[in-house]
């Protein structure tokens, strides 16, 4: 698994505005160029936040991500999401 190529992603997806528009619209789509293996890309889908930075993801990176596909008004989302341990280490 690469934490590069979620980070990379999501960095695309975050800095560019009509990158954060074709995720909302087709995630498929959007990540379709990026070396994701189908479980990094369904956590980039899902947005799991959590899995994401407990396999390395920059946690900057994740909120300003966050923020910029879901809407400012999720920070509580991003904050409850953050602090609930994923599946496979709780």
């Known amino acids: 698994m690469s934490t590069n190529a ?11 505005p009509l990158g954060a528009e074709r995720f909302r619209s087709d995630p498929d789509l959007a990540l379709r160029d990026y070396p994701l293996t189908p479980d990094e890309q369904q956590l980039v889908k899902s947005l799991d936040v959590r899995a994401m930075a407990d396999r390395g ?4 990176l ?5 923020i910029a596909l879901s809407g400012f008004d ?6 409850r999401r953050m602090n609930t341990p994923s599946p496979a280490t709780a």
Not at 74 to 79: F, H, I, W
């Open 57 to 60: 993801a920059d946690q900057m």
């Open 6 to 16: 979620m980070e990379s992603a999501l960095w695309n997806l975050h800095h560019d």
């Open 62 to 66: 994740l909120f300003v991500s966050f």
């Open 74 to 79: 999720q920070v509580g989302e991003y904050m």
